[in-house]
């Protein structure tokens, strides 16, 4: 079988990102996830707002926790 080179089929060059978009992100807080649990069809949607209420802190107990430092010294 005879072989065919192919002209015009190099890689394209990868995309760089352009950096963080300018568009802000859509707010979701009022979100109820409660009813939104209780009405959708769908059945990952539904068990994933299931966990979220089973898992949901009051607001008395929520806390934001952000650890950047380095790690412990492990030698």
């Known amino acids: 079988m ?3 080179p192919v002209t015009g089929t ?3 060059a990868p995309v ?3 950096g ?3 568009e802000p992100l859509p707010d979701f807080g009022g979100v109820d996830v409660a009813a939104v649990a209780a ?3 769908h059945p990952v949607l539904g068990a994933v707002a299931s ?3 089973r898992n949901w ?3 008395s107990e929520a806390v934001a926790y ?3 430092g380095p790690g412990p010294d492990v030698r």
């Open 2 to 4: 005879a072989t065919v």
């Open 10 to 12: 190099a890689p394209a």
């Open 16 to 18: 760089e990102p352009s």
């Open 20 to 22: 963080p978009s300018a």
């Open 39 to 41: 009405r959708t069809g």
């Open 51 to 53: 966990l979220l209420l």
């Open 57 to 59: 802190a009051p607001a």
């Open 66 to 68: 952000y650890d950047d």
